[in-house]
């Protein structure tokens, strides 16, 4: 078995308004010097060692993420 992580972010020339929204609470809340803030998804599978990274892959991009708008990174963590 392994952990594999896969992070999903909107692209950079995509708007992000989860993102803002949060950036512009932090101050009213009283947090200062966060100047921007990005959000996405963050997905943790546990997967037989068989699963090859291209499995992995398309599974990412069929179902985590949309390719249109959002990129993804994918790691296995040592378990």
């Not at 949060?22 to 966060?34: K, Y």
């Not at 090859?52 to 994918?74: C, F, G, K, S």
Request: no cysteine; glycine share 6%; proline share 5%.
């Amino acid at each position: 078995m392994a952990r594999v992580v896969v992070d999903v972010m909107p692209k950079q020339e995509i708007l992000d308004p989860q993102g803002q929204a949060v950036a512009g609470a932090l101050p009213r809340l009283g947090f200062q010097g966060v100047t921007s803030i990005r959000q996405g998804k963050h997905f943790e599978l546990e997967v037989d060692d068989s699963v090859d990274d291209a499995t992995l892959e398309r599974i990412a991009e069929t179902l985590l993420a949309n390719p249109v708008i959002e990129d993804w990174a994918i790691r296995r963590e040592q378990s």
